[in-house]
């Protein structure tokens, strides 16, 4: 943490981002979140987590993923999957990767970054229904996958 941002300005950061992120309004509806991360050995990174409470809940480690929680946070290891973590977002799921009862169909975000200049890396075919993804990148190099599952 650099020296402009103290642990207590950071702390009442977060707790604003929390408190708007929760307000009604027309922020977009991204769905359950998650770090997917790149890593190298899924039984060491599956051993390393586990000291920080995180217990795995879906995937299968023989097939190289895993998804793993602590209370509402979620984190995924794929190991030779992808190079690089990637920030994921779930239209239509809560962080129990349940279905919501409504939610935001991943073709009408990806419409909606669109039609505010968001260059995608890869888009969701919006002749279709149901499952579907898109990425961006944001200007630091960052992945962002949205990812619709139902």
């Given at each position: 943490?650099s020296?402009k ?14 408190s ?27 051993a ?21 929680r602590?209370g509402?946070?979620?984190i ?61 990148v ?13």
């Amino acid at each position: 943490m650099s020296s402009k941002m103290n642990r207590r300005s950071f702390t009442a950061a977060l707790a604003a981002g929390a408190s708007a992120s929760a307000a009604p309004g027309n922020a977009m509806q991204l769905g359950a979140f998650s770090v997917s991360l790149a890593v190298k050995n899924i039984e060491a990174s599956r051993a390393f987590y586990e000291k920080f409470g995180f217990k795995a809940f879906m995937g299968d480690a023989s097939k190289h993923w895993l998804i793993m929680r602590n209370g509402d946070h979620v984190i995924g290891l794929f190991q030779g999957m992808f190079e690089k973590n990637i920030m994921t977002f779930n239209p239509g799921w809560d962080s129990n990767a349940k279905k919501l009862p409504s939610f935001t169909d991943v073709r009408e975000l990806q419409r909606q970054l669109k039609a505010q200049g968001v260059a995608l890396q890869k888009e969701a075919d919006e002749s279709t229904t149901g499952p579907a993804s898109f990425v961006a990148v944001d200007p630091d190099g960052n992945t962002i996958l949205v990812d619709q599952h139902v």
